[in-house]
């Protein structure tokens, strides 16, 4: 079967309804809830917090040591979420990556007079 011109929708049309769409929406005060994945990533923002402030050759030897297997300088730093994730995940390397990937963004890090970085 063949689709002529006249059988495909316009884009431009469709992106008019959207937008009427959404403008009814607002008139009449009907809201989407964000998804489950949103709120989940939302709570885990407000629930950090601000930095913490941690010895930077503490944190760098936590992870240098047992940071790969157990995350233990998430713990160290306060991320006890993070840190649980890197002991649910120890048998599948992807702590490993995890804890390569936080050794390239703390080694950089100048410590100040105390020793101390904000993480």
Not at 46 to 72: D, H
Not at 101 to 109: A, E, G, K, S, Y
Request: overall charge positive; glycine content about 8%; charged content about 25%.
């Amino acid at each position: 079967m063949k689709h002529t011109s006249q059988q495909l929708a316009d884009p431009k049309k469709l992106i008019a309804l959207e937008q009427e769409l959404a403008e009814l929406k607002e008139q009449y005060g009907i809201k989407r809830r964000p998804r489950l994945w949103v709120r989940i990533g939302d709570w885990l923002i407000e629930k950090k917090g601000g930095p913490k402030s941690v010895q930077r050759k503490t944190y760098i030897r936590l992870a240098l040591s047992c940071g790969w297997f157990c995350g233990a300088h998430r713990f160290y730093a306060g991320q006890k979420i993070l840190g649980a994730l890197y002991l649910f995940l120890f048998w599948t390397g992807i702590p490993f990556a995890m804890t390569l990937i936080d050794l390239m963004i703390v080694l950089p890090m100048q410590a100040d007079e105390n020793g101390t970085i904000q993480i």
